[in-house]
């Protein structure tokens, strides 16, 4: 018996990785329950092993360690070689062939007030990552693809030691160069695993402690610390509180650098080049990287614009979250990585940030739509924030000459610098378009009518555009961003 309970120990103990098993976890209510997870990562500190488990049907950001009896080896599945899953995508689905410059008729327009069933969902946003948009290293001048390889050895002072300009590379006794591999490589090969599994155990910035969800390539050496600090205006890491203390009495900046473009009450906006805050967007990206699940860019930030989002206080212009943007985009985007950090979530940030991002589409005079693929959170904030959009604009039409009034998608999108494509994904959604005697008719019903003036009644939370000063740059006739 007990040999062969050996032998089935070694036997785990060689093959456990990419193994599956039940493992034992809370649900929501604080009850047991045994989903089935993959074993990711195995690690021996004194006195015991520990497992890295992602559960199979579960987002990745509940990942976890765990120790040796939550787990069920008894159902231990061993792995198939199997191709790794896709990126989950949630993207509506087939574009649909037809509506885009019929005439639609909208059916119950106008105010209404009936009383009836519970509301449409508008499930009220959480955080928005949006995104990909995996660049080339740049270094220099050379652009080219990043090759597979592992991070770069540095000495490592034993204290903070050195000056302190603005940038990341001025040894704080941390390696200026985040790591070259993780999720700048675009293909899941040797560091799958790697990067898989969350590196940053806890991150503190400003009052706030954050808990990151995925992978960020950090330097290696930074990975094993229980709390990595970051100065909460310039974004620069450092290993102790000691450093940060000792940074924050040289480092001046209250707010992100770039341009404060909007202000309005608390809140502010700051556009930052890429290019020339190059430190700033970079330390953007890899602490944006901790909550977004998506490969992201961290090197080449030249092509890009960030507009961070903040909260002014006594102490400065603290971050909420930001979006990123390409200076000139083929497709229509308008937005390219997209966050709320955690602290500030599900408190309406998210939906303001992707309504600014169509306001500087308007300045702009075009249509925009967010980079793809969005990520579980990002659809459902954009869901919410176009159904919210088109439903204003439809329920303000007056019907004409006791008519039905009419609005093409072209019009809803000229309005909004909401994408056509995403006006139509929109109104399929909320299940509006019915075909009637060769034309189509929107019809609103009580239900989301209601459902939609109850969620605006929540939406204390908005962009003002008188309160925007932005003038578009016409990024195509520079030589050089
Ligand atoms: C950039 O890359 C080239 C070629 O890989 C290398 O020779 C050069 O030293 C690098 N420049 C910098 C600034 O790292
Ligand atoms: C940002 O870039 C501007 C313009 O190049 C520069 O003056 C400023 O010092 C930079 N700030 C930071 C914090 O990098
Ligand atoms: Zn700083």
Same mark, same amino acid.
């Given at each position: 018996?007990?040999?062969?309970?050996?032998?089935?120990?070694?036997?785990?103990?060689?093959?456990?990785?990419?193994?599956?098993?039940?493992?034992?976890?809370?649900?929501?209510?604080?009850?047991?329950?045994?989903?089935?997870?993959?074993?990711?990562?195995?690690?021996?500190?004194?006195?015991?092993?520990?497992?890295?488990?992602? @559960?199979?049907?579960?987002?990745?950001?509940?990942?976890?360690?765990?120790? %040796?009896?939550?787990?069920?080896?008894?159902?231990?599945?061993?792995?198939?070689?199997?191709?790794?899953?896709?990126?989950?995508?949630?993207? %509506?689905?087939?574009?649909?062939?037809?509506?885009?410059?019929e005439?639609?008729?909208?059916?119950?327009?106008?105010?209404q007030?009936t009383?009836?069933?519970?509301?449409?969902?508008?499930?009220?946003?959480?955080?928005?990552? $949006?995104?990909?948009?995996? %660049? !080339?290293?740049?270094?220099?001048?050379?652009?080219?693809? *990043?090759?597979?390889?592992?991070?770069?050895?540095?000495?490592?002072?034993?204290?903070?030691?050195?000056?302190?300009?603005?940038?990341?590379?001025?040894?704080?006794?941390?390696?200026?160069?985040?790591? *070259?591999?993780?999720?700048?490589?675009?293909?899941?090969? /040797?560091?799958?695993?790697?990067?898989? *599994?969350?590196?940053?155990?806890? =991150?503190?910035?400003?009052?706030?402690?954050?808990k990151?969800?995925?992978?960020?390539?950090?330097?290696?050496?930074?990975?094993?610390?229980?709390?990595?600090?970051?100065?909460?205006?310039?974004?620069?890491?450092l290993?102790s509180?000691?450093?940060?203390?000792?940074?924050?009495?040289?480092?001046n900046?209250? /707010?992100?650098?770039?341009?404060?473009?909007?202000?309005?009450?608390?809140?502010?906006?700051?556009?930052?080049?890429?290019?020339?805050?190059? $430190?700033?967007?970079?330390?953007?990206?890899?602490?944006?990287?901790?909550?977004?699940?998506?490969?992201?860019?961290?090197?080449?930030?030249?092509?890009?614009?960030?507009?961070?989002?903040?909260?002014?206080?006594?102490?400065?212009?603290?971050?909420?979250?930001?979006?990123?943007?390409?200076?000139?985009?083929?497709?229509?985007?308008?937005v390219?990585?997209?966050?709320?950090?955690?602290?500030?979530?599900?408190?309406?940030?998210?939906?303001?940030?992707?309504?600014?991002?169509?306001?500087?589409?308007?300045?702009?005079?075009?249509?925009?739509?967010?980079?793809?693929?969005?990520s579980?959170?990002?659809?459902?904030?954009?869901?919410?924030?176009?159904?919210? $959009?088109?439903?204003?604009?439809?329920m !303000?039409?007056?019907?004409?000459?006791?008519?039905?009034?009419?609005?093409?998608?072209?019009?809803?999108?000229?309005?909004?610098?909401?994408?056509?494509?995403?006006? =139509?994904?929109?109104?399929? @959604?909320?299940?509006?378009?019915?075909? @009637?005697?060769?034309?189509?008719?929107?019809?609103?019903s009580? !239900?989301?009518?209601?459902?939609h003036e109850?969620?605006?009644?929540?939406?204390?939370?908005?962009i003002d555009?008188?309160?925007l000063?932005?003038?578009?740059?016409?990024?195509?006739?520079?030589?050089?961003?």
């Amino acid at each position: 018996m007990c040999i062969l309970l050996r032998i089935i120990t070694a036997l785990l103990e060689i093959e456990t990785q990419g193994c599956r098993l039940p493992v034992l976890r809370k649900n929501q209510e604080n009850e047991d329950e045994w989903p089935l997870a993959e074993i990711l990562s195995v690690k021996e500190i004194p006195g015991r092993k520990l497992y890295y488990v992602h @559960y199979i049907d579960f987002n990745k950001r509940l990942d976890e360690w765990v120790t %040796p009896d939550r787990l069920d080896m008894k159902k231990l599945q061993f792995p198939k070689k199997e191709a790794k899953t896709p990126t989950k995508n949630g993207l %509506p689905g087939s574009r649909p062939s037809s509506p885009e410059s019929e005439v639609v008729r909208v059916a119950g327009a106008g105010p209404q007030h009936t009383p009836s069933r519970p509301p449409q969902p508008q499930a009220q946003q959480k955080s928005i990552p $949006t995104k990909t948009s995996l %660049p !080339d290293f740049q270094n220099g001048t050379a652009r080219r693809p *990043m090759p597979n390889q592992p991070g770069r050895k540095r000495k490592q002072p034993p204290n903070c030691g050195g000056t302190d300009e603005d940038s990341q590379d001025s040894s704080d006794g941390i390696p200026s160069t985040p790591r *070259m591999t993780g999720s700048l490589v675009s293909d899941r090969s /040797h560091d799958d695993i790697v990067t898989r *599994m969350k590196n940053i155990d806890c =991150i503190e910035l400003g009052r706030h402690r954050l808990k990151p969800w995925y992978f960020s390539p950090y330097p290696q050496e930074l990975t094993t610390l229980p709390i990595l600090y970051l100065c909460e205006f310039c974004l620069k890491y450092l290993k102790s509180l000691k450093c940060l203390q000792r940074h924050l009495t040289k480092c001046n900046l209250r /707010h992100p650098p770039g341009n404060e473009i909007y202000r309005k009450g608390t809140i502010s906006f700051f556009e930052i080049d890429g290019r020339k805050n190059k $430190t700033y967007s970079q330390n953007l990206c890899l602490l944006a990287k901790c909550f977004l699940d998506h490969k992201t860019l961290y090197y080449d930030t030249d092509p890009f614009l960030f507009y961070v989002m903040t909260e002014y206080d006594a102490k400065g212009f603290h971050i909420v979250g930001y979006f990123s943007k390409e200076k000139e985009s083929t497709e229509d985007y308008n937005v390219a990585c997209i966050l709320t950090l955690p602290p500030y979530q599900r408190r309406g940030y998210g939906k303001l940030l992707i309504e600014f991002s169509y306001e500087l589409s308007k300045v702009e005079g075009k249509t925009g739509t967010p980079e793809k693929p969005l990520s579980d959170l990002g659809l459902l904030s954009y869901r919410s924030y176009w159904s919210q $959009t088109i439903l204003e604009i439809l329920m !303000d039409l007056k019907p004409d000459n006791g008519e039905r009034p009419q609005i093409t998608i072209n019009d809803i999108s000229e309005i909004t610098s909401v994408k056509k494509e995403d006006v =139509i994904s929109t109104l399929q @959604y909320l299940n509006l378009i019915n075909y @009637y005697k060769g034309q189509y008719i929107l019809t609103l019903s009580e !239900d989301i009518v209601e459902g939609h003036e109850r969620a605006m009644q929540k939406r204390h939370l908005r962009i003002d555009s008188k309160c925007l000063h932005f003038t578009p740059k016409d990024w195509s006739k520079r030589g050089k961003w």
